[in-house]
């Protein structure tokens, strides 16, 4: 991962000259959850201008990175981020939280994150993952891989949101998805045996051959229906 993340802001820095101001790592590759089989290395990257022009010196470092399996970089202008702060509240409360500066000051330290739209987007987060779910369950083959596989690509945002829904709601803080899962199944009622199932077998702690797909898949709806009714409920009284 290190000569990974080293070759990247080499191939920036050289790509982007001076026009590049910083580059954070962020996401599960700093909060000690990064699995390299499931795991993406995410990154964000501060430039002094983003126009189609510094975007396209950048074009084939995003290519390579993609090759390599990770999304492309996140980029902004230092002024945009700040503009954004309150609509991307989510991300950027974790980013803050959570992140390693890669190259460059750490202008994160000082970073202010408006609140005033965080429960809004949680609400409508949730709403819209819950949606997307739906319609990869009815779209997929009734095979064991593609049902895992729903569950295994969405697994990540669907702990982010309930760790977000808790804090939104003033409950104690989940340091892990684990965490996150517990603490939206006490505020909610739910069975989150499903997504420990799927959790455990991310994590190598569990084979597929022990996991029942049809079964765990229906669990693993039901856990997001209720969580997100019981969290847009409580979110409506605030």
């Known amino acids: ?3 990974k993340l080293g070759e990247l802001v080499k191939r920036l820095r050289d790509a982007a000259g001076d026009n590049l101001k910083a580059v954070v790592l962020y996401g599960s590759a700093v909060t000690g959850e990064y699995i390299a089989k499931h795991s993406d290395l995410n990154t964000l990257c501060i430039l002094g201008a983003a126009g189609a022009a510094e975007l396209e010196q950048l074009h084939k470092v995003a290519e390579w990175w993609a090759r390599e399996g990770h999304p492309a970089p996140l980029v902004f202008t230092l002024d945009e981020l700040a503009r954004s702060a309150d609509i991307f509240a989510i991300e950027l409360l974790d980013i803050k939280r959570q992140h390693r500066m890669l190259f460059g000051a750490d202008f994160l330290e000082h970073f202010d994150v408006p609140l005033g739209l ?6 409508r987060e949730l709403r819209t993952c819950w949606l997307r779910l739906r319609q990869a369950i009815l779209l997929a083959p009734r095979k064991r891989k593609a049902q895992l596989g729903i569950m295994l690509s969405s697994i990540s945002t669907f702990c982010t949101l309930f760790r977000h829904a808790l804090l939104a709601l003033g409950q104690p803080e989940a340091h892990s998805k684990c965490q996150a899962v517990d603490g939206a199944a006490a505020l909610s009622g739910a069975d989150p045996s499903a997504f420990h199932q799927i959790l455990d077998f991310r994590e190598g702690k569990r084979k597929e051959r022990e996991i029942e797909i049809e079964e ?15 969290a847009d409920r409580r979110l409506e009284t605030k």
């Not at 965080?118 to 609400?123: A, G, I, Y």
Request: charged share 30%; hydrophobic share 45%; glycine share 4%.
């Open 216 to 230: 765990v898949l229906k669990g693993y709806l039901e856990f997001v229906e209720v969580v997100t009714n019981e």
């Open 1 to 3: 991962m290190e000569a």
């Open 118 to 123: 965080h429960r809004l987007q949680v609400e």
